[in-house]
């Protein structure tokens, strides 16, 4: 299982990853929140000196968990780019290399925050451009958690981390989120950031440690 944590959401088994992505088995399909292809360049494209390669390493992680867990679609939960400077030669030539290795993948981006201002990735990518809610029931493929939609909804958008404290130490780590009527998953990108939340009563929180996930005892 690698490290994998396996729940069931909805009547469904799926598998939440340390690699901070969710696994659904009977579909094979890789769920991803908020990749944010391109962010490094965008912050660069107004004088930021931050450092490149997000993007292979974003490529590279992704392949790690495909590897691990054979996924025949993978389902972006929005904000697959950040913004218009992500349509970089750079960032889109690696995209483009990485996609043509892959023709037979399926992949779907629901559009979320981000995509409305970065505009939807070249028709040479092949991949499927959806609005939020995108229904495969049970579930409902989101971005933003807060939308009302039927079915389960899985979203992203608030790119969670939780504060593990012991004594006068504490660590931040990224964590899913899920309650009763939706699961919100933790930012999959390099260079992303991440929002402490609090868990509401009857919400169960999973960290990962990067190696593994675990439930924390609320």
């Given at each position: 299982m690698n490290g994998a944590l396996r729940i069931e959401l909805a009547g469904e088994e799926v598998?939440?990853?340390?690699?901070?992505?969710l696994y659904w088995p009977r579909e094979r399909m890789l769920v991803i929140a908020d990749i944010h292809?391109?962010?490094?360049?965008?912050?660069r494209a107004l004088g930021v000196p931050v450092p490149g390669g997000t993007t292979r390493e974003n490529l590279d992680a992704l392949d790690a968990v495909l590897a691990a867990h054979p996924a025949r679609q993978v389902l972006f939960l929005g904000d697959f780019l950040h913004a218009k400077a992500a349509h970089?030669?750079?960032?889109?030539?690696?995209?483009?290399?990485?996609?043509?290795?892959?023709?037979?993948?399926?992949?779907?981006?629901?559009?979320?925050?981000?995509?409305?201002?970065?505009?939807?990735?070249?028709?040479?990518?092949g991949i499927e451009m959806v609005d939020e809610p995108y229904p495969?029931?049970?579930?409902?493929?989101?971005?933003?958690?807060?939308?009302?939609?039927?079915?389960?909804?899985?979203?992203?958008?608030?790119?969670?981390?939780?504060?593990?404290?012991?004594?006068?130490?504490?660590?931040?780590?990224?964590?899913?989120?899920?309650?009763?009527?939706?699961?919100?998953?933790?930012?999959?990108?390099?260079?992303?950031?991440g929002h402490a939340i609090v868990p509401q009563p009857g919400e169960r929180l999973f960290v990962s440690s990067g190696a593994a996930v675990l439930e924390v005892p609320l």
């Amino acid at each position: 299982m690698n490290g994998a944590l396996r729940i069931e959401l909805a009547g469904e088994e799926v598998l939440l990853l340390p690699q901070k992505a969710l696994y659904w088995p009977r579909e094979r399909m890789l769920v991803i929140a908020d990749i944010h292809f391109g962010k490094a360049a965008s912050f660069r494209a107004l004088g930021v000196p931050v450092p490149g390669g997000t993007t292979r390493e974003n490529l590279d992680a992704l392949d790690a968990v495909l590897a691990a867990h054979p996924a025949r679609q993978v389902l972006f939960l929005g904000d697959f780019l950040h913004a218009k400077a992500a349509h970089a030669a750079a960032t889109q030539q690696a995209l483009h290399a990485w996609r043509m290795e892959r023709p037979s993948l399926r992949l779907i981006v629901v559009r979320g925050n981000h995509d409305a201002h970065a505009g939807d990735p070249p028709a040479r990518l092949g991949i499927e451009m959806v609005d939020e809610p995108y229904p495969q029931a049970p579930f409902a493929f989101c971005h933003h958690p807060d939308l009302l939609a039927p079915g389960y909804l899985m979203a992203g958008h608030v790119h969670p981390v939780y504060r593990l404290r012991a004594g006068r130490d504490s660590l931040r780590l990224p964590c899913f989120l899920a309650g009763d009527t939706r699961v919100v998953l933790p930012a999959f990108g390099a260079f992303t950031g991440g929002h402490a939340i609090v868990p509401q009563p009857g919400e169960r929180l999973f960290v990962s440690s990067g190696a593994a996930v675990l439930e924390v005892p609320l």
